[in-house]
């Protein structure tokens, strides 16, 4: 059985740094984590860890176009 012709076009490599930091919603925003939720929680307080939890959403434009060039597949409807 012959192998399918493609279409022409490249599977683009998604940077697997950016795609472990950021997410997008169901409503299609793009949502961040927040800093310092590694390593050194000990000596934090129970609040500062608790906050951690809370993702931030991007804003910044140009920001959100370099996270869609770096992770293409991650957007929604594309």
Do not use: C, W
Request: hydrophobic share 25%; no cysteine; proline share 4%.
């Amino acid at each position: 059985m012959p192998r399918k012709k493609t279409a022409g076009k490249y599977k683009l490599k998604t940077h697997k740094a950016t795609a472990k930091r950021f997410r997008v919603t169901g409503s299609g925003k793009l949502v961040r984590t927040k800093i310092g939720k590694s390593h050194l929680r000990r000596q934090k307080s129970q609040r500062t860890k608790y906050l951690f939890d809370e993702m931030l959403p991007v804003k910044g434009r140009g920001i959100k176009k370099t996270i869609k060039r770096l992770a293409p597949y991650m957007s929604k409807n594309s």
